[in-house]
């Protein structure tokens, strides 16, 4: 139990052009989704925190305008890169939990996202 | 500030000899800790975790230590596989808080 999936799991696209990546529970419902990014050979940092029909609380330095995060049901999040540039080039994971505990995180396989 | 830091960034090990990992934090108010394993282009899993008020948390292959007073934790992976080879990144939570702070991750070689 406590699947989550991403979709997709890799996507190239051009600069400037916006792309959605989905991230969704498949066997529960998620009360908060976590959306992280990986640089290579870094620690997976956390962007923003969403709970379903709220907005999301973005960390420090994350760009609310750039990173838009939707949260609209129990079971699909959606983080879309606006005007994507290359250094938005990036490992991008979710995570869900369903009661609201970060240690509780079921994590995503990831979504590799290639700006050109 | 990396408030969880691995300062291993690999380790190799052979088959069937015991596999230990590090993990250091900063920050005192962390009382629940996990480590993930990760392989390529997938998200990390779930492996094992620890609260504060306990020392040692043992599951099959895999035992967490905790030292509060060093802020140091470890994982221990015995006997080691080869499918162990992945890479570990621990993670640290406070009560009340809503997210995990990730170390920087070792990634692990078990040699046949």
């Known amino acids: 139990g406590a699947v989550v999936s991403q979709h997709p799991s890799w996507v190239i696209c051009k600069s400037g052009t916006s792309v959605k990546i989905e991230c969704r529970s498949l066997d529960f419902q998620a009360t908060t989704m976590f959306w992280y990014r990986q640089f290579p050979k870094q620690s997976l940092m956390l962007m923003a925190t969403s709970n379903e029909g709220s907005k999301a609380t973005y960390e420090q330095g994350v760009e609310k305008d750039k990173f838009l995060i939707n949260h609209a049901s129990l079971t699909l999040s959606t983080l879309t890169v606006t005007s994507a540039h290359p250094e938005d080039s990036s490992f991008y994971i979710c995570?869900?939990?369903?009661?609201?505990?970060?240690?509780?995180?079921?994590f995503g396989p990831g979504t590799r996202l290639t700006v050109t | 500030d990396q408030q969880v830091k691995q300062n291993s960034p690999s380790l190799s090990v052979q088959e069937g000899r015991i596999s230990i990992l590090n993990c250091d934090y900063t920050n005192s108010m962390f009382d629940y800790f996990l480590w993930y394993k990760k392989y390529p282009a997938e998200g990390p899993t779930f492996l094992i975790s620890i609260s504060s008020i306990k020392d040692k948390n043992e599951d099959g292959r895999f035992t967490v230590f905790l030292n509060k007073s060093a802020k140091h934790l470890s994982l221990h992976i015995v006997p080691s596989q080869p499918g162990d080879s992945a890479v570990y990144f621990c993670?640290?939570?406070?009560?009340?808080?809503?997210?995990?702070?990730f170390g920087t991750g070792t990634r692990l070689t078990v040699i046949p």
């Open positions: 993670a640290a939570s406070e009560t009340g808080a809503n997210n995990l702070f």
């Open positions: 995570s869900a939990s369903f009661d609201g505990r970060s240690y509780e995180q079921y």
